[in-house]
């Protein structure tokens, strides 16, 4: 692209697009047991998999880990936010509050950013926001695996496919107006590549066929 033509933003999520973070070996090694990703379809996997009896118990185990020590990458993340931001300003876009334990969420914010800044050094720092609310930054595109999370006035959204997102119906995806980026979290970097990069076929070559 022309270098003084500014380039459109983009609004990417993190956990669960980028990344999955460290709540399921948490919860694992809490309850000792086996569980993958995709043993799940609500968000909360914690809320679900914790027996209530034992949840504050949970909380302070989880505060005391870093959460993004050894995040379990999504193939193709960091391959493809580099292509995009030959085309994009990219903005990291994320929330790192607990809401389960708000009080104890502060370390997420740093061991975050951390982690960020080791797995994509490429992404300038002063492009993180960390927020709840993210309807209140406007942008060209918009990636997530939260529709909720979704901001009205974007023109490109595009729902990551992701382990509790798979029963979000086309007619809920017309109502934002959100394209799905497949149904395979494994997958779905391509599809979004796909609806984000010009010359999708030559520009990932290099990516895909090494």
């Given amino acids: 692209m022309d270098k ?3 380039k459109k933003s983009l609004l990417i999520d993190v956990e669960e697009v980028i990344f999955f973070g460290g709540f399921l070996q948490a919860v694992n090694d809490f309850l000792h047991t086996n569980f993958v990703i995709d ?11 914790i027996p209530e ?6 909380n302070k185990f989880v505060r005391e880990r870093n ?3 050894k995040p379990k990458m999504i193939p193709y993340s960091v391959e493809m936010l580099k292509l995009l931001c030959e085309y994009y300003e990219v903005y990291l876009c994320t929330d790192s509050i607990n809401p389960f334990d ?14 960020l800044q080791t797995i994509l050094p490429f992404i ?9 609310d993210k309807s209140l930054f406007n942008a060209y595109g ?28 086309d007619e ?17 970097w391509k599809e979004v590549g796909k609806i984000l990069i010009p010359d999708y076929e030559n520009a990932t070559k290099k990516i895909f066929h090494p």
């Fill in 142 to 169: 918009q990636v997530d695996d939260r529709l909720d999370k979704m901001n009205n006035d974007v023109s490109v959204k595009i729902l990551f496919p992701s382990y509790h997102n798979k029963e979000v119906t």
């Fill in 4 to 6: 003084k033509e500014k």
């Fill in 39 to 49: 043993d799940f379809k609500d968000y909360y996997i914690d809320s679900v998999a």
């Fill in 102 to 115: 708000i009080e104890g969420s502060a370390r997420n914010f740093v061991d975050k950013f951390k982690a």
């Fill in 172 to 188: 809920e995806l017309k109502v934002m107006g959100a394209r799905r980026a497949g149904y395979d979290w494994r997958e779905g």
């Fill in 53 to 58: 009896d034992r949840f504050a118990e949970f």
């Fill in 67 to 69: 959460m993004f020590e």
């Fill in 124 to 132: 300038d720092a002063r492009n993180y926001i960390f927020t709840s």
